[in-house]
């Protein structure tokens, strides 16, 4: 028997069988990264942002169609992560205004609420692209609205022949956004969208699904509750512990490697490297696997295996505890003292790595929010800033351009205070804003004076290759080191120090007074030291500043003005 309109109760399991498969499948969905360095997080982040909508969901006790569709527009916009994660929570934002006005959604509202979500995820971004989500999900609304002019009546035929169409249109983003035929992918982005529409359409079929949240059939509310970490922790029965007694090499190529080996045999993965040993956590079906490839590096020690799914309840009880716990922290912040009267201006900046956050507090940053590449702050973490720091005008330095959108949603959603957005792409230029900032003068002579001072700084990264490729004209081998600058690659070498020089000397065909070194987390003092030598005696009339970040990631930050 076909259906041919979607109630509360049937959206709510699609919803959350579309979040549940684009959890299954995050890393595929990272490894769709048009570079192919270690940064690759799009699917994370859409992932985090669809999964803080799902959790919002879970809570809810009576199937009404607005209820939902606020639990699902709100969770998205706080949870938001990335530009990916922020126009997914901006496609569901517009999607909801629509629905919430209707207790049944038949096509004609179904293809009015895909309109509506592309026309507001359009408007969240400045310069959109072609050949990207926003692509992919504007097809799908022209599909449909083909497809309803055209009498569709059956809304399992009208979704799969919407879903064949995006998928189509997927696959020719290549040959709309040149660097995506570079580096051999679709737009993951897009991709992601398919695999949560995928999802959602399996549920609408009624199909068995192998997800926590989306196999719950009964629809009952109360089944419904259970806390989706809690749900997929039991998805991997063993939890695994051990130390590895290095007797091998282990760097960060191979710490990612075994993290990526981890990821593929299971999840809640830990991997803390020091010195000579190794703590190593992961949930799997397969504790042999795990301790197979550990002993590749060396003898193991404090080996311990637990079978979660006898400790259940305690779990979830556990769980439940540490939750309030957190909630209760988090609304009871202990980090400043309580104050009565806002200054006139404040600062946020987010940084990652110690010594990063240490130099943003060095030039007066209020609150500096850990994150950064691979690991971006969510809407939630930028408004919870804006509330800790006490100013009636706070502005923001993003730091990577893949933060920005989240900064611009927070600052939409912030009432009682003025907050700008400096939109600087990288940490040298986070850094030159604030040191250009004036407090004598106004916020919008200051804010102007940041923009134009960001101008005159270039930016260099290296970090290394994880797949073998060819990119920008440069034929790629899995373990080179890469150097990225602002616009793309600018060198790529087998030896660390060499692809850095020649990434210095890319940067330095413009005459420059100052080359700043921040060196990472996996390098050595005396070899950032060795390589700031070589730096001055090439650039002898250049001031040449070296400083500790810490930052994972990225071996070395460079910048020149």
């Given at each position: 028997m076909?259906?041919?309109?979607?109630d509360?109760?049937?959206?709510t399991?699609?919803?959350?069988?579309?979040?549940?498969?684009?959890e299954?499948k995050?890393?595929?969905?990272?490894?769709l990264?048009?570079?192919?360095?270690p940064?690759?997080?799009?699917?994370?982040?859409?992932?985090?942002t669809i999964?803080?909508a799902?959790?919002?969901?879970?809570k809810?006790?009576?199937d009404?169609?607005?209820?939902?569709?606020?639990?699902i527009s709100?969770?998205?916009?706080?949870?938001?992560?990335?530009?990916?994660?922020?126009i997914?929570?901006?496609?569901?934002?517009?999607f909801?205004?629509?629905?919430?006005?209707?207790?049944?959604?038949?096509?004609?509202?179904?293809?009015?609420?895909?309109?509506?979500?592309?026309?507001?995820?359009?408007?969240?971004?400045?310069?959109?692209?072609?050949?990207?989500?926003?692509?992919?999900?504007?097809?799908?609304?022209?599909k449909?609205?083909?497809?309803?002019?055209?009498?569709?009546?059956?809304?399992?035929?009208?979704?799969?022949?919407?879903?064949?169409?995006?998928?189509?249109?997927?696959?020719q983003?290549?040959?709309?956004?040149p660097?995506?035929?570079?580096?051999?992918v679709?737009?993951?982005?897009?991709?992601?969208l398919?695999?949560i529409?995928?999802?959602?359409?399996d549920?609408?079929?009624?199909?068995?699904?192998d997800?926590?949240?989306?196999?719950?059939?009964?629809?009952?509310?109360?089944d419904m509750?259970l806390?989706?970490?809690?749900?997929?922790?039991?998805?991997?029965?063993?939890c695994?512990?051990?130390i590895i007694?290095?007797?091998k090499?282990?760097n960060?190529?191979?710490?990612?490697?075994?993290?990526?080996y981890?990821?593929?045999?299971?999840?809640?993965?830990?991997?803390?490297?020091?010195?000579?040993?190794?703590?190593?956590?992961?949930?799997?079906?397969?504790?042999?696997?795990?301790?197979?490839?550990?002993?590749?590096?060396g003898?193991?020690?404090n080996?311990?295996?637990?079978?979660?799914?006898?400790?259940?309840?305690?779990?979830l009880?556990?769980?439940?505890?540490?939750?309030?716990k957190?909630?209760?922290?988090?609304?009871?912040p202990?980090?400043?003292?309580a104050v009565?009267?806002?200054?006139?201006t404040?600062?946020?900046?987010?940084?990652?790595?110690?010594g990063?956050?240490?130099?943003?507090?060095g030039?007066?940053?209020?609150?500096v929010?850990s994150?950064?590449?691979?690991?971006?702050?969510?809407?939630?973490?930028?408004?919870?800033?804006?509330e800790?720091?006490?100013?009636?005008?706070?502005f923001?330095?993003?730091n990577?351009?893949n933060?920005?959108?989240?900064?611009?949603?927070?600052?939409?959603?912030?009432k009682?205070?003025?907050?700008?957005?400096?939109p600087?792409?990288?940490?040298?230029?986070?850094?030159?804003?604030?040191?250009?900032y004036?407090?004598?003068?106004?916020?919008?002579?200051n804010?102007s004076?940041?923009?134009?001072e960001?101008?005159?700084?270039?930016?260099?990264q290296?970090?290394?290759?994880?797949?073998?490729?060819?990119?920008?004209g440069?034929?790629?081998?899995q373990?080179?080191?890469?150097?990225l600058?602002d616009?793309?690659?600018?060198?790529?070498?087998?030896?660390?120090?060499?692809?850095?020089?020649?990434?210095?000397?890319?940067?330095?065909?413009?005459?420059?007074?100052?080359?700043?070194?921040?060196?990472?987390?996996d390098?050595k003092?005396?070899?950032?030291?060795?390589?700031?030598?070589?730096?001055?005696?090439?650039y002898?009339?250049?001031?040449?500043?070296?400083?500790?970040?810490?930052?994972?990631?990225y071996y070395y930050?460079?910048?020149?003005?």
């Amino acid at each position: 028997m076909s259906l041919n309109t979607i109630d509360a109760q049937l959206l709510t399991k699609m919803f959350l069988a579309g979040a549940q498969n684009l959890e299954a499948k995050k890393e595929w969905i990272n490894e769709l990264n048009v570079f192919p360095v270690p940064d690759g997080d799009t699917g994370t982040n859409m992932s985090l942002t669809i999964m803080s909508a799902a959790r919002e969901v879970t809570k809810l006790i009576d199937d009404d169609m607005e209820t939902l569709a606020k639990a699902i527009s709100s969770g998205s916009l706080r949870g938001a992560r990335g530009n990916s994660g922020v126009i997914l929570s901006q496609l569901f934002r517009g999607f909801c205004k629509v629905i919430r006005d209707h207790q049944k959604i038949d096509i004609e509202i179904l293809t009015s609420a895909l309109e509506k979500a592309v026309e507001t995820a359009y408007k969240a971004v400045m310069k959109p692209k072609e050949g990207t989500i926003l692509t992919v999900a504007r097809e799908a609304a022209v599909k449909a609205r083909d497809l309803q002019k055209n009498g569709a009546s059956d809304m399992g035929a009208f979704l799969d022949e919407v879903i064949r169409h995006a998928d189509f249109v997927l696959s020719q983003t290549p040959d709309m956004l040149p660097v995506l035929k570079q580096a051999g992918v679709v737009d993951s982005g897009g991709q992601g969208l398919m695999v949560i529409a995928k999802g959602a359409y399996d549920a609408f079929l009624g199909k068995e699904l192998d997800f926590s949240l989306g196999e719950v059939t009964s629809g009952s509310s109360v089944d419904m509750k259970l806390d989706p970490q809690a749900a997929a922790d039991i998805k991997y029965g063993y939890c695994t512990e051990f130390i590895i007694l290095l007797n091998k090499t282990f760097n960060i190529k191979h710490e990612m490697d075994f993290k990526a080996y981890l990821e593929s045999i299971g999840d809640s993965i830990v991997v803390v490297a020091d010195d000579d040993i190794v703590k190593v956590h992961v949930h799997t079906n397969d504790p042999g696997m795990a301790i197979q490839r550990a002993l590749m590096y060396g003898a193991l020690s404090n080996m311990k295996i637990d079978n979660m799914r006898l400790e259940h309840q305690e779990k979830l009880f556990k769980m439940s505890q540490s939750s309030q716990k957190k909630e209760e922290k988090t609304q009871t912040p202990t980090s400043r003292p309580a104050v009565t009267e806002l200054k006139e201006t404040g600062f946020i900046s987010v940084a990652a790595g110690e010594g990063m956050e240490e130099i943003f507090r060095g030039l007066g940053v209020d609150f500096v929010i850990s994150g950064g590449q691979t690991m971006n702050p969510s809407t939630e973490d930028m408004l919870n800033a804006i509330e800790q720091v006490a100013a009636k005008n706070i502005f923001i330095f993003p730091n990577n351009k893949n933060i920005i959108l989240a900064a611009d949603q927070a600052k939409r959603m912030t009432k009682d205070k003025k907050i700008i957005v400096i939109p600087s792409k990288t940490i040298p230029q986070g850094i030159t804003a604030i040191i250009n900032y004036i407090p004598d003068l106004g916020i919008e002579e200051n804010e102007s004076i940041m923009l134009d001072e960001m101008k005159n700084v270039g930016t260099g990264q290296i970090t290394y290759a994880v797949r073998d490729t060819d990119i920008d004209g440069r034929a790629i081998k899995q373990g080179d080191y890469i150097g990225l600058g602002d616009s793309g690659i600018l060198a790529v070498g087998s030896g660390m120090e060499e692809t850095a020089l020649a990434m210095a000397e890319a940067m330095m065909e413009e005459e420059k007074e100052l080359i700043s070194i921040y060196y990472g987390a996996d390098v050595k003092e005396k070899d950032a030291e060795a390589l700031a030598d070589k730096i001055r005696e090439r650039y002898s009339g250049c001031d040449v500043e070296l400083q500790y970040g810490g930052q994972p990631v990225y071996y070395y930050i460079v910048s020149v003005e």
